[in-house]
């Protein structure tokens, strides 16, 4: 039982050592249509993560959109892994349980799911500190 025990914790800290380690998430990050940017937090108790509208343009700054700046797209999901966070996604008035994994030091991918049944992914890039 000892051997299996000891196996199974040397298998975690090669799986752990194997995992990137990646730059903080805090920054300015852009939606990949180029027409919303995020200043992107660590928040709560410090592992959580929030992300706030923080600039509309290229045709997003209209009267339909402006209400939700300044607003919370992400409200303190809380990190299940190295690099990734769960939690509800508030896009445009509608709520999405989503997925949030930063995939390099400057690249996000937002995984938002409307009532299980439809999905889509966003890319989000840095483009500042």
Sequence with gaps: MKIMARALAAMALVLAASLPVLASPEGLWEIESGDSRYKVTLCGDGTQLCAELVWLGNGADNAENLP???????????QTAANEWKGTLHLYGQQAGGTITQTSDTSISLQGCFMFVVCRTYQM????D
């Design 68 to 78: 939700y700046l300044n607003t919370l797209l992400i409200d303190r999901a809380p």
């Design 125 to 128: 890039y840095r483009i500042g």
